[in-house]
């Protein structure tokens, strides 16, 4: 008797969104993401390079929503963010832009 590979890959909801803050606001980058069978790893990218978490920056993943919260934002934060979810069976990503405008 053979037994199959059973699960899912993730699957992706609802893309990123586009989000502009003034800076020393708070931003959140939402996307919806199924995280599939075994479930998904989330990975955040900022400009391609894999976003190391802190105080400022968190990433959150609870019931299919994946966020990532940016407080305090700097004009150094603006760019292209993606948000990856990854398991044995598939990957999905999506993307968005964060502009930060300058108070002054």
């Given at each position: 008797?053979?037994?199959?590979?059973?699960?899912?890959?993730?699957?992706?909801?609802?893309?990123?969104?586009?989000?502009?803050?003034?800076?020393?606001?708070?931003?959140?980058?939402?996307?919806?993401i199924t995280a599939g069978d075994p479930k998904a790893?989330?990975?955040?990218?900022?400009?391609?390079?894999?976003?190391?978490?802190?105080?400022?920056?968190?990433?959150?993943?609870?019931?299919?929503?994946?966020?990532?919260?940016?407080?305090?934002?700097?004009?150094?934060?603006?760019?292209?963010?993606?948000?990856?979810?990854?398991?044995k069976l598939g990957r999905v990503e999506t993307q968005?832009?964060?502009?930060?405008?300058?108070?002054?």
């Amino acid at each position: 008797m053979h037994s199959l590979a059973v699960g899912a890959p993730p699957k992706l909801v609802e893309e990123l969104s586009d989000v502009t803050v003034n800076s020393s606001q708070k931003a959140c980058l939402k996307c919806m993401i199924t995280a599939g069978d075994p479930k998904a790893k989330t990975t955040w990218y900022f400009n391609d390079k894999e976003i190391r978490l802190n105080k400022r920056i968190k990433a959150t993943y609870e019931n299919d929503e994946a966020v990532l919260t940016v407080s305090d934002a700097e004009l150094k934060d603006a760019g292209w963010y993606r948000c990856e979810a990854t398991n044995k069976l598939g990957r999905v990503e999506t993307q968005c832009t964060l502009t930060v405008y300058s108070e002054y």
